[in-house]
C-alpha cells in the first residue's frame, strides 16, 4: 500500500526558516520523482517543486525559486522540502505527491501539513 507522510509544519515567523520532510512506503521510492503542492484557505492546490527520480533534476513555481530547496535522500525514502525566507503568503497545507504505476499510474497524496507564517 502506497503511503507518504509529512513531518509536522509549524508556526514561522516572516523571514523565518522550516524544513518538511515526507517518508515514503509500499513502492519502490527510488524510481519515481516526488513532487510538493500547498494549499491555501479558499485557494486551489498549487504545484510547489518536482524532483527526479535520481534527485539530479528539480524543478518550481516561480513564487518560491531561490527560496525553497527540494531534496530527497533515497536510501531513507524520505523527500524534503527546505523552506527559507518564508512570507505570510506562504501560509498553507503543504503535501507531498507522488505518481506511481501499479495496474495503472495513480496519484497518491500524504495527508497535509499546516504551515503558517505570521508574526
Known amino acids: 500500500q502506497v503511503q507518504l507522510a509529512e513531518s509536522a509544519g509549524g508556526l514561522v515567523q516572516p523571514g523565518g526558516s522550516l524544513k518538511l520532510s515526507c517518508a515514503g512506503s509500499?513502492?519502490?521510492?527510488?524510481?519515481?520523482?516526488l513532487s510538493w503542492y500547498r494549499q491555501a484557505p479558499g485557494k486551489e492546490r498549487e504545484f510547489i517543486a518536482t524532483?527526479?527520480?535520481?534527485?539530479?533534476?528539480?524543478s518550481y513555481t516561480d513564487s518560491v525559486k531561490g527560496r525553497f530547496t527540494i531534496s530527497r535522500d533515497n536510501a531513507k525514502n524520505t523527500a524534503y522540502l527546505q523552506m527559507n525566507s518564508l512570507k505570510v503568503e506562504d501560509t498553507a497545507v503543504y503535501y507531498c505527491?507522488?505518481?506511481?504505476?501499479?495496474?495503472?499510474?495513480?496519484?497518491?497524496w500524504g495527508q497535509g501539513t499546516q504551515v503558517t507564517v505570521s508574526s
Open positions: 509500499g513502492f519502490v521510492f527510488g524510481i519515481y520523482p
Open positions: 524532483i527526479s527520480a535520481n534527485g539530479s533534476g528539480t
Open positions: 505527491n507522488v505518481r506511481v504505476f501499479t495496474s495503472s499510474w495513480r496519484d497518491y
